[in-house]
């Protein structure tokens, strides 16, 4: 069984097209015009040892809101695409991660009914790298949405976050 989805969306807004490979070995290759987004799916792949490619234009000439909501929109059915029917997998799981002095909690349900909640205290009141932090929340919360998977979200620092996912 091969656990691969390609995924293409193209909008008024945005093309974004999505290869990813659950059984890789965190190889990625991640071209958006939103660096630190960039980094943050980068981490995810090495981290989740899943390949990923992810190849995205938008108009960030406005912000990065669509680019980032339509890459979570993606993404989640290129990870629900992959899993199919989900056998192998367990419905739950968790992971606390450590970054610095910021500590993440992510527990994940994959029940098919989509939530995220979530606590997120940040130190930073502004933009990061460029895009308001509430686009990161965003993102998570269409990822689930299109995963269709049941999510906690908790604590400080959105890169944590990302690297326990």
């Known amino acids: 069984m091969t656990r691969t989805a390609k995924i293409d969306r193209e909008t008024k807004e945005t093309n974004i097209s999505i290869e990813l ?34 190849k995205a234009t938008g108009d960030t000439a406005i912000d990065a809101h669509h680019t980032v909501e339509d890459i979570g929109i993606s993404l989640g059915l290129a990870f ?61 919360w269409t990822l689930c949405l299109y995963l269709l998977l049941r999510g906690y979200w908790d604590e400080e620092d959105h890169g944590c976050c990302y690297l326990s996912s």
Do not use: C, W
């Open 21 to 54: 490979n659950l059984d890789g070995s965190g190889q990625h290759h991640i071209e958006s015009p939103v660096p630190f987004f960039n980094h943050m799916l980068s981490a995810l792949s090495r981290h989740g040892f899943f390949d990923l490619t992810v």
């Open 80 to 140: 629900a695409k992959a899993l199919s029917d989900k056998k192998g997998i367990y419905r739950y799981g968790h992971a606390y991660v450590p970054l610095d002095e910021s500590l993440s909690r992510v527990v994940i349900d994959f029940s098919g009914r989509p939530g995220l909640f979530g606590l997120l205290l940040l130190s930073l009141a502004g933009p990061l790298s460029g895009i308001h932090l509430n686009f990161y929340g965003h993102h998570l």
